[in-house]
């Protein structure tokens, strides 16, 4: 009898041709998803950089101030610190502009329409001398950068505690404190912090004890005569007390 003889397997039979179609759909949908990778990384670029702005406004990080009303309560509450450019140091405060954080590809397309107007900045419980003025404008030269923390605002001056950098990254200098220290002018209660709060009495105390090394050093206002000057003054009193005895023994 003839052998019989078992039907050859079909090449596309179902299993074979289910997985070649599976294949095929794969590949579309990642040559699809490759095309438009570019647009879903714009998009997602996009709304980072959008939700960066809507955050930087709503906490007024990228915010140019020009004038002390401007400066939300909440910062002058929380005593935030800035940073400015020195433009003028005039008798008690100094005027300088606010420097805002800067967000690259952001803050160039803001900064036509930030205010160019100056703060008016003065030292916190401190009252400055005559001779404190002086040093003042001898140390802030006109485009040097410092930070101000925010103390209180009073009509359109801000009251703060000015820093500067004087060499290296952790020599940071208060010029309230320095200004004390030496013997530039005297303390007085910096207004706008609560008596009872913690801030207030941590810049009382270094304002106090920045005023006492100038006093027990003897510098500027609490410097005392020398013996030479001390004999010089007596005698000048000495010959005035003299010239009067004379001029009432002729009368």
Do not use: Y
Not at 73 to 79: D, L, P, V
Not at 130 to 141: H, P, R, T, V, Y
């Amino acid at each position: 009898m003839p052998e019989e003889r078992l039907p050859a397997a079909d090449e596309h039979d179902e299993p074979d041709g289910g997985s070649k179609r599976t294949s095929n759909i794969v590949a579309k949908i990642s040559q699809i998803a490759d095309e438009h990778l570019t647009v879903v990384r714009n998009i997602s670029t996009g709304l980072a950089i959008a939700g960066i702005i809507v955050l930087a406004r709503s906490i007024k990080l990228i915010t140019k101030f020009g004038a002390a009303a401007d400066i939300p309560a909440r910062f002058i509450e929380r005593n935030v610190s800035l940073r400015g450019k020195i433009h003028h140091v005039k008798d008690n405060s100094i005027e300088l502009e606010h420097v805002p954080i800067t967000v690259p590809g952001i803050s160039p397309l803001l900064r036509e329409r930030q205010s160019k107007a100056l703060l008016v900045v003065r030292l916190a419980g401190v009252e400055l001398t005559e001779d404190g003025q002086m040093w003042l404008k001898q140390q802030l030269k006109p485009a040097e950068v410092v930070w101000f923390k925010l103390i209180r605002r009073e009509s359109n001056a801000l009251d703060c505690l000015v820093f500067v950098n004087r060499g290296g990254l952790f020599r940071d200098v208060c010029l309230n404190e320095e200004l004390l220290r030496q013997g530039l002018g005297r303390t007085v209660p910096a207004a706008g912090l609560p008596h009872g709060s913690r801030l207030f009495w941590r810049v009382h105390r270094r304002l106090l004890r920045a005023e006492g090394k100038a006093e027990k050093a003897g510098r500027g206002l609490w410097k005392r005569p020398t013996l030479w000057e001390q004999m010089s003054d007596s005698l000048d009193r000495f010959k005035v007390t003299g010239l009067l005895k004379r001029l009432l023994k002729r009368t």
